[in-house]
Protein backbone atom coordinates (compact mmCIF):
# COMPACT_ATOMS: atom_id res chain seq x y z
CA UNK A 1 0.00 0.00 0.00
CA UNK A 2 2.78 2.38 0.89
CA UNK A 3 4.36 1.70 -2.82
CA UNK A 4 1.11 2.32 -4.30
CA UNK A 5 0.87 5.73 -2.47
CA UNK A 6 4.73 6.78 -3.55
CA UNK A 7 4.15 5.98 -7.12
CA UNK A 8 0.67 8.42 -7.32
CA UNK A 9 3.02 11.48 -5.85
CA UNK A 10 5.56 10.89 -7.99
CA UNK A 11 3.82 10.47 -10.91
CA UNK A 12 1.89 13.64 -10.08
CA UNK A 13 5.29 15.95 -9.69
CA UNK A 14 6.04 14.49 -13.25
CA UNK A 15 2.54 15.89 -14.71
CA UNK A 16 3.16 18.96 -13.10
CA UNK A 17 6.66 19.45 -14.14
CA UNK A 18 5.60 19.19 -17.82
CA UNK A 19 3.13 21.19 -17.73
CA UNK A 20 5.35 23.70 -16.59
CA UNK A 21 7.88 23.02 -19.74
CA UNK A 22 5.05 23.01 -22.05
CA UNK A 23 4.29 27.08 -20.83
CA UNK A 24 7.57 28.38 -21.40
CA UNK A 25 7.09 31.28 -23.73
CA UNK A 26 10.08 30.87 -25.17
CA UNK A 27 12.52 28.31 -26.88
CA UNK A 28 15.51 27.50 -24.41
CA UNK A 29 17.74 27.68 -28.07
CA UNK A 30 17.15 31.22 -27.56
CA UNK A 31 19.38 31.74 -24.92
CA UNK A 32 22.28 29.81 -25.61
CA UNK A 33 25.48 31.93 -26.58
CA UNK A 34 26.01 32.58 -30.87
CA UNK A 35 29.08 30.27 -31.07
CA UNK A 36 26.67 27.02 -30.47
CA UNK A 37 25.49 27.46 -34.51
CA UNK A 38 22.26 26.22 -34.49
CA UNK A 39 20.45 29.21 -32.77
CA UNK A 40 19.56 32.84 -34.18
CA UNK A 41 22.59 34.96 -34.66
CA UNK A 42 22.53 38.17 -32.31
CA UNK A 43 22.54 41.79 -34.32
CA UNK A 44 23.82 44.57 -33.71
CA UNK A 45 22.01 46.43 -30.30
CA UNK A 46 21.08 43.06 -28.74
CA UNK A 47 22.27 41.53 -25.38
CA UNK A 48 24.10 38.37 -25.09
CA UNK A 49 22.47 36.26 -22.04
CA UNK A 50 25.24 35.87 -19.24
CA UNK A 51 26.39 31.93 -19.19
CA UNK A 52 29.88 32.71 -16.60
CA UNK A 53 31.22 34.93 -19.66
CA UNK A 54 30.75 38.72 -19.42
CA UNK A 55 28.14 39.20 -22.03
CA UNK A 56 28.37 41.85 -25.12
CA UNK A 57 26.43 44.88 -25.34
CA UNK A 58 26.38 47.00 -28.23
CA UNK A 59 25.06 50.53 -27.58
CA UNK A 60 25.52 51.71 -31.14
CA UNK A 61 22.94 51.13 -33.97
CA UNK A 62 24.67 48.99 -37.02
CA UNK A 63 24.16 51.87 -39.35
CA UNK A 64 25.90 54.66 -36.19
CA UNK A 65 28.74 52.28 -35.74
CA UNK A 66 29.95 52.61 -39.72
CA UNK A 67 29.39 56.47 -39.24
CA UNK A 68 30.90 57.47 -36.13
CA UNK A 69 33.79 55.34 -37.06
CA UNK A 70 34.05 57.29 -40.30
CA UNK A 71 33.69 60.77 -38.53
CA UNK A 72 36.11 59.67 -35.85
CA UNK A 73 38.77 58.07 -37.93
CA UNK A 74 38.94 61.06 -40.38
CA UNK A 75 38.82 63.93 -37.55
CA UNK A 76 41.84 61.71 -36.05
CA UNK A 77 43.42 62.12 -39.32
CA UNK A 78 43.27 65.38 -39.59
CA UNK A 79 44.44 66.31 -35.82
CA UNK A 80 47.39 63.98 -36.96
CA UNK A 81 48.60 66.37 -38.88
CA UNK A 82 48.17 65.15 -42.53
CA UNK A 83 47.23 67.94 -44.55
CA UNK A 84 49.87 69.54 -43.16
CA UNK A 85 52.26 66.75 -44.21
CA UNK A 86 51.19 66.44 -47.87
CA UNK A 87 51.88 70.48 -47.80
CA UNK A 88 55.46 69.41 -47.09
CA UNK A 89 56.34 66.49 -49.00
CA UNK A 90 59.88 67.08 -50.69
CA UNK A 91 59.27 66.22 -54.24
CA UNK A 92 61.62 68.52 -54.94
CA UNK A 93 64.36 66.21 -53.73
CA UNK A 94 63.42 63.33 -55.95
CA UNK A 95 63.03 65.54 -59.41
CA UNK A 96 66.70 67.50 -59.55
CA UNK A 97 68.75 65.92 -61.36
CA UNK A 98 71.00 63.76 -60.09
CA UNK A 99 74.67 65.91 -59.83
CA UNK A 100 73.01 68.67 -59.68
CA UNK A 101 74.04 72.27 -57.01
CA UNK A 102 70.85 71.04 -54.74
CA UNK A 103 71.52 67.51 -54.69
CA UNK A 104 69.43 65.17 -56.21
CA UNK A 105 68.20 61.42 -56.39
CA UNK A 106 70.80 58.94 -57.09
CA UNK A 107 70.65 55.64 -58.25
CA UNK A 108 68.15 54.44 -61.29
CA UNK A 109 65.67 56.89 -61.24
CA UNK A 110 68.57 60.00 -60.67
CA UNK A 111 69.66 58.63 -64.35
CA UNK A 112 66.37 58.65 -65.81
CA UNK A 113 66.20 62.58 -64.48
CA UNK A 114 69.34 63.94 -65.81
CA UNK A 115 68.59 62.69 -69.26
CA UNK A 116 65.62 65.57 -69.50
CA UNK A 117 67.34 68.62 -69.88
CA UNK A 118 64.21 70.39 -69.19
CA UNK A 119 64.00 68.98 -65.16
CA UNK A 120 67.09 71.17 -65.02
CA UNK A 121 65.43 74.42 -65.42
CA UNK A 122 62.70 73.41 -62.22
CA UNK A 123 63.19 75.52 -59.49
CA UNK A 124 60.55 74.46 -57.20
CA UNK A 125 57.41 71.80 -56.77
CA UNK A 126 55.26 73.43 -54.85
CA UNK A 127 52.13 71.22 -52.84
CA UNK A 128 48.80 73.26 -52.37
CA UNK A 129 45.40 72.48 -52.01
CA UNK A 130 45.79 69.43 -49.58
CA UNK A 131 42.42 67.20 -49.17
CA UNK A 132 41.18 64.25 -47.44
CA UNK A 133 38.66 63.29 -49.25
CA UNK A 134 35.42 60.74 -48.40
CA UNK A 135 36.81 57.82 -46.37
CA UNK A 136 35.28 54.75 -47.51
CA UNK A 137 34.68 51.30 -45.22
CA UNK A 138 34.06 48.37 -46.53
CA UNK A 139 33.68 45.11 -44.51
CA UNK A 140 35.25 41.67 -45.41
CA UNK A 141 33.58 38.60 -46.60
CA UNK A 142 33.91 37.21 -43.44
CA UNK A 143 32.84 40.11 -41.07
CA UNK A 144 35.93 39.98 -39.23
CA UNK A 145 37.75 42.69 -40.95
CA UNK A 146 37.33 46.22 -41.98
CA UNK A 147 39.11 47.90 -44.99
CA UNK A 148 39.02 51.45 -44.33
CA UNK A 149 39.92 53.49 -47.74
CA UNK A 150 41.70 56.82 -47.26
CA UNK A 151 41.72 58.88 -50.23
CA UNK A 152 44.22 62.04 -50.81
CA UNK A 153 44.08 64.50 -53.26
CA UNK A 154 46.29 67.62 -53.86
CA UNK A 155 47.66 69.86 -56.41
CA UNK A 156 51.64 70.72 -57.92
CA UNK A 157 52.66 74.28 -59.25
CA UNK A 158 55.62 73.18 -61.22
CA UNK A 159 57.93 76.47 -61.20
CA UNK A 160 60.80 76.99 -63.35
CA UNK A 161 64.19 78.69 -64.10
CA UNK A 162 62.67 80.46 -67.44
CA UNK A 163 59.24 80.87 -67.66
CA UNK A 164 57.99 80.85 -63.84
CA UNK A 165 54.85 79.02 -62.75
CA UNK A 166 54.75 76.37 -65.62
CA UNK A 167 52.06 74.05 -65.08
CA UNK A 168 49.41 72.41 -62.50
CA UNK A 169 48.69 69.02 -61.43
CA UNK A 170 46.38 67.69 -59.70
CA UNK A 171 46.97 64.44 -57.38
CA UNK A 172 44.52 61.99 -56.11
CA UNK A 173 46.05 58.80 -54.12
CA UNK A 174 44.20 56.18 -52.37
CA UNK A 175 45.81 54.44 -49.02
CA UNK A 176 44.08 51.55 -47.76
CA UNK A 177 44.65 50.22 -44.11
CA UNK A 178 42.95 46.93 -42.75
CA UNK A 179 41.59 47.27 -39.58
CA UNK A 180 41.13 43.84 -37.30
CA UNK A 181 40.26 43.45 -33.19
CA UNK A 182 42.16 41.54 -31.16
CA UNK A 183 41.40 40.02 -27.79
CA UNK A 184 43.89 40.27 -24.86
CA UNK A 185 44.20 37.70 -21.92
CA UNK A 186 42.13 39.86 -19.61
CA UNK A 187 39.39 39.74 -22.61
CA UNK A 188 39.71 43.01 -23.17
CA UNK A 189 38.90 44.03 -27.21
CA UNK A 190 41.13 46.26 -28.73
CA UNK A 191 41.60 47.27 -32.59
CA UNK A 192 44.88 46.97 -34.38
CA UNK A 193 46.03 47.88 -37.59
CA UNK A 194 47.07 44.77 -40.50
CA UNK A 195 47.99 45.76 -43.88
CA UNK A 196 48.22 49.17 -44.90
CA UNK A 197 48.69 49.53 -48.70
CA UNK A 198 48.94 51.44 -51.54
CA UNK A 199 46.31 49.54 -53.81
CA UNK A 200 48.28 49.67 -57.47
CA UNK A 201 45.89 51.87 -59.76
CA UNK A 202 44.79 54.45 -57.38
CA UNK A 203 47.43 56.99 -58.16
CA UNK A 204 46.12 59.56 -60.52
CA UNK A 205 47.72 62.85 -62.06
CA UNK A 206 46.01 64.45 -64.53
CA UNK A 207 47.08 68.14 -66.14
CA UNK A 208 45.07 71.59 -64.81
CA UNK A 209 47.11 74.04 -66.49
CA UNK A 210 50.36 74.28 -68.61
CA UNK A 211 52.34 76.96 -70.56
CA UNK A 212 53.52 76.03 -74.06
CA UNK A 213 53.41 72.48 -75.63
CA UNK A 214 56.05 70.75 -72.46
CA UNK A 215 54.58 67.71 -73.32
CA UNK A 216 57.86 65.66 -72.94
CA UNK A 217 58.23 67.34 -69.19
CA UNK A 218 54.79 66.62 -68.16
CA UNK A 219 55.40 62.90 -69.32
CA UNK A 220 58.43 62.68 -67.61
CA UNK A 221 57.23 64.43 -64.34
CA UNK A 222 54.43 62.30 -64.34
CA UNK A 223 56.47 59.10 -64.69
CA UNK A 224 58.68 60.08 -62.01
CA UNK A 225 56.13 61.34 -59.38
CA UNK A 226 54.41 58.31 -59.81
CA UNK A 227 57.30 56.75 -58.50
CA UNK A 228 58.21 58.33 -55.69
CA UNK A 229 54.38 59.40 -53.99
CA UNK A 230 52.99 56.47 -53.17
CA UNK A 231 56.11 55.11 -50.71
CA UNK A 232 56.14 58.81 -49.79
CA UNK A 233 52.50 59.08 -48.65
CA UNK A 234 51.97 55.44 -47.65
CA UNK A 235 54.84 55.78 -45.22
CA UNK A 236 53.49 58.35 -42.78
CA UNK A 237 49.68 57.77 -43.29
CA UNK A 238 49.98 53.97 -42.02
CA UNK A 239 51.64 55.09 -38.73
CA UNK A 240 49.38 57.41 -38.32
CA UNK A 241 46.22 55.18 -38.91
CA UNK A 242 48.03 53.26 -36.07
CA UNK A 243 47.85 56.04 -34.18
CA UNK A 244 44.15 57.27 -34.49
CA UNK A 245 43.13 53.60 -33.78
CA UNK A 246 44.72 53.94 -30.00
CA UNK A 247 42.52 57.33 -29.49
CA UNK A 248 39.34 56.32 -30.49
CA UNK A 249 36.78 56.56 -28.16
CA UNK A 250 36.64 54.26 -25.91
CA UNK A 251 33.00 53.00 -26.17
CA UNK A 252 33.30 53.65 -30.05
CA UNK A 253 36.34 51.33 -30.22
CA UNK A 254 34.86 48.62 -27.97
CA UNK A 255 31.87 47.98 -29.72
CA UNK A 256 33.32 47.93 -33.38
CA UNK A 257 35.67 45.24 -31.59
CA UNK A 258 33.59 43.21 -30.06
CA UNK A 259 31.05 43.33 -33.44
CA UNK A 260 34.45 42.59 -35.19
CA UNK A 261 35.17 39.81 -33.61
CA UNK A 262 32.03 38.33 -33.03
CA UNK A 263 31.81 38.55 -37.08
CA UNK A 264 28.28 40.53 -37.45
CA UNK A 265 27.55 42.60 -40.73
CA UNK A 266 27.71 45.89 -40.18
CA UNK A 267 25.48 48.27 -42.00
CA UNK A 268 27.32 51.17 -44.16
CA UNK A 269 25.70 53.49 -45.63
CA UNK A 270 27.27 55.86 -48.38
Request: aromatic content about 6%; proline content about 6%; some cysteine.
Amino acid sequence: MFLVGSLVVLCGLLAQGTAQLADLPYSLCQDLPMSMGHCRSLHVGQTMPYYGMTPVVTTYPSDHLARNFRDAFRQGLLSGGILSFLEHIPLLNYVRPAGSNTGGLVGVLGKVISSIPLLNNILDIKVTNPQLLEIGLVQSYDFHRLYVTIPLGFDLKVNTLLVGNLLELSVKLDVTAEVYAVRDTYGRSRLVIGDCIYPPGSLRISLLNRLGPLQNLIDSLTDILTRVIPGLVQGVVCPLVNGVLSLLDVTLAHDLADVLLRGVQIVIKA
